[in-house]
């Protein structure tokens, strides 16, 4: 019986498909696997036939319907593996097979494509500029050093003619998969023995075993990132009935290597830009936790309800037996925080919000007529006095504060102390807390006496970025010290809440079991350009605070339009544009559901949805929690976006007054390094806003614009 692969680009064309077509496909791969090798040449329903001048001799269709074929790599080496590689149109489907070549990697030993027919046309052109370059891109590196890295002789050609990144970028989707990510490697200035490392080498040694051999059935196995081997009839019912997301497949072999590692022997983090699959990975380094041992318990943790609440809904996709799902928690650190402090003492305070907050600071300050603004204070309770878990008036006069960009005197220090008594008084006396001071509770607790009831074996943490010091001691405080206690995934550059920490310091050394991922597979390469301006290239603290972070080779392998930005003479005119905006996106068949709106402010996002709801275009408000088969455009606030993906997102009121917002930063004359941080997270809740959108961006502004824009 023949057996069945599929690879990455069917994925892509069948989830665009409609429902009969996808029947039809279903229909016919039902058929495929019901067939001997020899029966499936001669049935005449599927059709398996030959692609004329294909430049793979493999190359063959099938019948899905009268309109449709899927197009199919055959064996011709005597094994009975054959890959499903793209459902197009008929016509399409025969243009598209009659280009592309499939070959062997000669480095990884995994399957990969090429359109032969673009390349021959572009590199001729290409060889023209290179003549009067004055240096081509890949010129110091030999022959020998890319054959090494698995750049073959039909790619060579190409290769040498390259003159810069922008023509690079002009091969992507053309060139074989494996021997692009190392070009742009090499481009981005990489070491040869780095891309090896991180690259090359995992995969070959993967394929070791099997390097001798050539044949379509072993390249397939050894190209788990793009094409999944279906065991069987219901395996295949099961991927191609589900709900479908790739990633539940699909593992770029960075992100597979570092979820599937056997064991690390301490904590572990992962980093990367938005986009990257640090989401993916822990929720498949928790998949691989689950297997090792039968009474395992993890809890799987991020920053707010609403991703938690995802996390939940994604690791069922792809943990699907109930027993081991039971042996997860999935919550934030504040809520098992509050239900630690619940358990212990009689009832838990009422928590604040940040409004009672700064009208609490305000009145302190003004009754001990201190100098310093609110803002300094609650940022001197928050980031010294929480961050350090200081309770005491001498551990706070001898403290080091660190961060912070002006010098208290001990007198100082001693007047700063009293308000914090006073504010930390006030609410004790009205039950009353903070939510980092439940953490902070939660946290003395747990370390002062330990209980096996609310310890957990691993500790798996996503979106990282944003969780203060007092949060990450609750997570200490909840697993033993030990292999994979905790794994850690977040990207610095979305951090939007300047929780600075140091991992170390907390119990948290993650040196040398660190990872990076700089692939992005959500947004388009001409959406992280424009978005990375934003961030003006300012230095970002890492996420355990130990140096700095960079998005020096971090990409996307996608391609689309340019983001737009315009420009309006009032709210009313750009909430108008808005709609024109999601109505055009409307009608070029995006469904309202994969299409956002954010701004900043609520009063921004009443305006549109009212707007929207004039126009007769459906909407609702993330914040009321919202089902995601729900018909309407989703309308949230910026910070509401983090986690969140649309393939069309329209970012609105990016506003001179906006961006950066007075109220959020520190004046550069009360605290220096705390008015740079806080410009730092204003430029990062932007950016996180504008790379939720997968496919097309929608930048809007009235009156002056924010000078983060660079319009």
């Known amino acids: 019986m023949p057996q069945l692969a599929l690879a990455m680009p069917f994925w892509d064309e069948y989830e665009q498909l409609e429902k009969s077509v996808r029947a ?72 598209w097979a009659a280009k592309r070549l499939y070959t062997v990697n000669t480095a990884t030993r995994g399957l990969e494509v090429r359109d032969v027919v673009a390349i021959e046309q572009i ?30 002789g039909r790619t060579l050609p190409a290769v040498r003619v390259i003159v810069d990144k922008v023509q690079l970028l002009a091969f992507g989707g053309l060139l074989p998969e494996d021997q692009f990510d190392v070009l742009q490697h090499l481009a981005e200035g990489f070491d040869p023995q780095e891309i090896y490392d991180q690259i090359v080498g995992p995969k070959n040694a993967a394929a070791d075993a099997k390097a001798a051999r050539d044949d379509l059935a072993t390249a397939i ?17 099961e991927i191609l009935t589900k709900p479908f997301a790739a990633w539940r497949i699909f593992l770029h072999p960075t992100q597979r290597r570092i979820a599937y590692r056997p064991s690390y022997s301490g904590p572990a983090q992962v980093t990367g ?54 042996r997860v928690e999935v919550t934030t650190v504040n809520a098992i925080a509050h239900r630690v402090v619940r358990g212990r003492k009689n009832g838990v305070y009422a928590l604040v919000d940040d409004n ?14 201190l100098p310093w603004a609110e803002a300094f204070l609650s940022q001197e309770f928050r980031h010294v006095v929480l961050a350090q878990g200081i309770v005491t008036k001498d551990a706070y006069l001898d403290c080091v504060r660190r961060g912070r960009g002006s010098a208290l005197s001990r007198p100082q220090r001693g007047r700063v102390w009293d308000a914090i008594e006073a504010f930390t008084t006030g609410l004790d006396k009205e039950r009353r807390q903070t939510h980092l001071q439940l953490c902070a509770e939660a946290a003395r607790m747990l370390t002062e006496n330990p209980s096996p009831a609310v310890r957990f074996d691993h500790v798996v943490v996503d979106e990282a970025q944003d969780l203060h010091p007092a949060q990450w001691r609750v997570l200490r405080a909840l697993v033993a010290e030990g292999p994979d206690d905790l794994f850690i995934t977040g990207d610095p550059h979305q951090r939007i809440y300047d929780s600075r920490v140091s991992l170390r310091s907390l119990g948290i050394p993650v040196a040398g079991r660190t990872g990076r991922l700089r692939i992005n597979y959500r947004s388009t390469e001409e959406i992280l350009v424009w978005s990375r301006r934003i961030l003006d290239g300012e230095p970002v603290d890492d996420l355990g605070g130990d140096g700095s972070d960079s998005l020096v080779g971090y990409r996307s392998l996608l391609r689309g339009g340019a983001p737009v930005v315009r420009s309006f003479g009032a709210s009313t005119q750009e909430a108008g544009g808005i709609v024109d905006q999601v109505r055009a996106w409307v009608e070029s068949g995006v469904p309202t559901s994969e299409i956002a709106v954010c701004g900043r402010f609520k009063s921004v996002n009443d305006k549109v949805f009212d707007h929207l709801a004039d126009a007769g275009i459906p909407a609702v408000m993330v914040r009321e929690g919202v089902d995601g088969d729900t018909e309407g455009v989703r309308i949230a606030t910026m910070h509401s976006m983090k986690g969140l993906e649309f393939r069309c997102v329209a970012v609105a009121g990016v506003n001179a007054g906006t961006f950066p917002w007075e109220r959020a930063v520190t004046p550069v004359d009360v605290d220096r390094l705390q008015h740079e941080a806080d410009l730092a997270a204003e430029r990062c809740l932007l950016y996180v806003a504008c790379t939720r959108a997968r496919e097309f961006l929608y930048v809007s502004y009235s009156g002056q614009p924010s000078g983060f824009l660079n319009v």
Not at 221 to 237: C, D, H, K
């Open 273 to 326: 830009g938005p986009g990257t699959g640090k989401t993916v990975v822990a929720l498949h380094r928790v998949k691989h936790l689950l297997d090792q041992r039968p009474d395992t318990r993890i809890l799987l943790t991020t920053f707010t309800t609403a991703l938690a609440n995802s996390l939940r809904e994604n690791l069922g996709m792809l943990v699907s037996d109930p027993e081991k799902l039971s």
């Open 24 to 95: 039809g496909v279903r229909k016919a791969m039902r058929k495929f696997q019901q067939l001997t090798v020899a029966e499936l040449y001669a049935d005449k329903g599927l059709h398996l036939e030959s692609v004329e001048n294909s430049r793979d001799p493999r190359m063959r269709t099938i019948r899905v319907d009268d309109f449709w074929r899927g197009v199919v790599l055959a064996p011709d080496d005597g094994s009975d593996v054959f890959l499903l590689v793209n459902v197009l149109p008929h016509d399409r489907a025969y243009r």
């Open 123 to 152: 590199t001729p052109v290409f060889a023209r500029d290179a003549q009067a370059a004055d240096s081509l891109l890949f010129e110091k590196f030999s022959d020998n050093t890319l054959d090494w890295l698995g750049i073959d």
């Open 356 to 369: 009672d907050v700064r009208m609490r600071w305000e009145r302190i300050r003004r009754a001990l007529d």
């Open 221 to 237: 196995a050894n190209t788990p990132s793009r094409i999944t081997l279906v065991s069987g009839p219901a395996e295949l019912e």
